[in-house]
């Protein structure tokens, strides 16, 4: 009710500019300065540099109204734009007869433009007083008066717009994970690394363990995959020449929504040539702890109830090592796949029958060991079982050439020795395929071109793949991972979003 109340005065407000022959809607206001360089050049000087002569500027700029404090004869404002919030000065005997249609036409969340020179008020605020303003967008929702921070979560994430207008910590959140993405490509940049793109539609599921997206192509009548990774056409551009190749972007996957699961995420994948996993785990200390100083300002970072730290090296541990002193877990206790099961079983992990002693073996990993890596952890020795794209252990062929690392109980990145062998990768691909005809939904195709292409050779490479979002959430303070993308999806409701 009171929400229609509201509604109705704005648009009665709107009909008496649009009466009066205003457009509530123009573009012809060009700003020259923001908020942020007002507070540059004046934020520290005292009320007395403002009172002579010469020695401010006149500044024109524009915004969003955030408050509005009515004197009569005079007006407060906030002013927010794209850096920040300013305070306005309004009053009658400077502005005339505009002066009344500001006071009574002009509500907060309108956007306007103003030209004025700044000042300090009594109690040190830096203020522009306003000797020119004009309407530049009539707003006909009221913003509301308290945003309720996490009792409204899902409003917020329905509602980006309005979160990010209301709630300047939500923007900024946004605005470090803009600044990390940029850290990072020039990280890579700078490493002689090739930025490209690869497709999104694949006509084969591969590159990953996930369930895909499947879309049709009326055109060509065929069925496609979202991408769950671009691994395999990343590695074709190794074969081509691209020694060093990155890319980041979005891959989808067709699984549950979480607060560490979104089914459409950002990540980067790099490959380098003449490289194996070892050194990708130094490369990967080298990103993180620079990005840690970069956002956080130290090594040292808060994370929720946690404090992590970023000072390389990372901590090593094999997955048996891991299982027996964080777990509790002495895998070499279980000799046959029965007891593995029944270990699986009083973790109540559900099997669903095709797997292996390698996959059961991570499925227990990750329900005893994983949540409890706080500090950055690599975790090496896969089973072949769980890496289908990965190199053989040459001491032990029964591991893999591959590490995980996890920071603050969750996987943020995955790596390895490339496997380059085209008879290991084909032997692989049709272990998959037998998986996959006994149920599992996540395994992938035969992809019989990157065979072909692997026959060409493949240089000896190490490949990796870091979950943008996740580490986003560690370096933004985050609880979800809803909270670090912009348009998280959602169950529509009834009125469509």
């Not at 913003?143 to 329905?158: F, I, M, N, Q, S």
């Not at 946004?174 to 539609?201: N, Q, S, W």
């Not at 090593?316 to 877990?329: D, R």
Request: with cysteine.
């Amino acid at each position: 009710m009171e929400e229609n109340v509201l509604l109705q005065a704005k648009k009665e407000k709107l009909n008496k500019i649009i009466s009066s022959g205003i457009n509530p809607f123009p573009n012809d206001f060009k700003p020259d300065s923001r908020s942020s360089e007002i507070f540059a050049l004046y934020g520290d000087k005292e009320h007395t540099f403002f009172e002579e002569e010469g020695n401010v500027s006149q500044f024109c700029l524009a915004g969003r109204i955030m408050s509005l404090r009515n004197f009569g004869k005079s007006c407060f404002a906030h002013l927010k734009d794209g850096d920040g919030k300013i305070q306005l000065f309004f009053q009658k005997r400077t502005l005339g007869e505009k002066y009344e249609f500001f006071a009574d036409l002009i509500d907060v969340g309108d956007i306007i433009g103003v030209v004025g020179k700044p000042f300090k008020t009594k109690t040190g605020e830096l203020t522009l007083n306003v000797t020119d303003f004009k309407l530049l967008t009539k707003s006909l929702r009221p913003l509301p008066e308290k945003w309720h921070g996490l009792t409204d979560v899902e409003a917020r994430y329905r509602q980006r717009y309005l979160d990010l207008i209301v709630n300047s910590d939500v923007s900024e959140t946004f605005r470090k994970r803009i600044r990390m993405i940029k850290l990072i490509r020039k990280f890579f940049d700078e490493k002689g690394f090739l930025e490209v793109e690869t497709p999104m539609m694949h006509h084969l599921v591969g590159g990953a363990t996930a369930k895909p997206f499947k879309t049709h192509h009326n055109a060509l009548d065929m069925d496609l995959y979202l991408r769950i990774a671009p691994e395999l056409h990343l590695k074709r551009l190794v074969v081509g020449g691209f020694e060093r190749v990155y890319e980041i972007n979005r891959n989808f996957r067709n699984e549950g929504i979480s607060t560490k699961h979104n089914p459409e995420f950002t990540m980067i994948e790099f490959y380098q040539a003449y490289a194996d996993y070892k050194d990708l785990m130094k490369l990967t200390e080298e990103l993180l702890s620079m990005l840690a100083l970069e956002i956080c300002g130290g090594y040292k970072i808060s994370y929720m109830d946690m404090e992590i730290d970023f000072t390389p090296p990372f901590k090593v541990m094999t997955m048996a090592s891991a299982l027996k002193e964080i777990g509790g877990v002495e895998i070499e206790n279980f000799k046959d796949m029965e007891s593995l099961k029944n270990m699986a079983k009083s973790l109540d992990i559900q099997l669903k029958g095709f797997e292996g002693a390698g996959k059961i073996i991570t499925e227990i990993f990750e329900r005893t060991v994983e949540d409890k890596l706080i500090n950055p952890t690599f975790i090496t020795e896969f089973p072949v079982e769980v890496s289908p794209l990965a190199r053989r252990n040459e001491k032990n062929p029964d591991i893999t050439d591959r590490f995980e690392l996890y920071i603050a109980g969750r996987e943020i990145a995955n790596a390895f020795s490339e496997l380059n062998d085209p008879i290991d990768q084909k032997e692989r691909f049709l272990k998959q395929m037998e998986d996959k005809e006994k149920g599992d939904e996540e395994a992938g195709d035969i992809d019989y071109d990157y065979i072909r292409a692997l026959e060409y050779g493949l240089p000896p490479t190490a490949g990796e793949g870091i979950g943008i979002d996740r580490l986003a959430m560690i370096f933004t303070n985050s609880p979800s991972i809803r909270d670090v993308i912009l348009f998280p999806l959602l169950k529509p409701r009834n009125e469509g979003y």
